[in-house]
Nanobody, 120 residues
Framework: QVQLVESGGGLVQPGGSLRLSCVAS????????MSWYRQAQGKERELVARISGFGGSPNYADSVKGRFTISRDNAKNTVYLQMNSLNPEDTAVYYC?????????????WGQGTQVTVSS
């Protein structure tokens, strides 16, 4: 079965950095576009970054452009989110996502989430 396991969240001070990891299994990772979403308390879940399959063409939400970098290591079935210059508005649960076409439908798969808290 499809499994996505996030790690790397934690408590950091404003201006600090974190790197999130998502280890994937149960599907062909290398050809799959992968995404990071986040959901802050009381807010809608939002797309943070997406990377296309294989070598990867990234795109980002305007709010994180220039600060976050999404990357992938296909040999390790892992997608990363490097987060720099963090501010309190980045506080959220961060989720790894893959969308797959199965049984004639697009289905979204999600990891369990990892908490990122930015606070002094």
């Amino acid at each position: 079965q499809v499994q996505l396991v996030e790690s790397g969240g934690g408590l950091v001070q404003p201006g600090g950095s974190l790197r999130l990891s998502c280890v994937a299994s149960g599907f062909t990772f290398s050809s799959s576009a992968m995404s990071w979403y986040r959901q802050a308390q009381g807010k809608e879940r939002e797309l943070v970054a997406r990377i296309s399959g294989f070598g990867g063409s990234p795109n980002y939400a305007d709010s994180v452009k220039g600060r976050f970098t999404i990357s992938r290591d296909n040999a390790k079935n892992t997608v990363y989110l490097q987060m720099n210059s963090l501010n309190p508005e980045d506080t959220a649960v961060y989720y790894c996502n893959v969308r797959r076409f199965v049984d004639r439908r697009f289905v979204d798969y999600w990891g369990q989430g990892t908490q990122v808290t930015v606070s002094s």
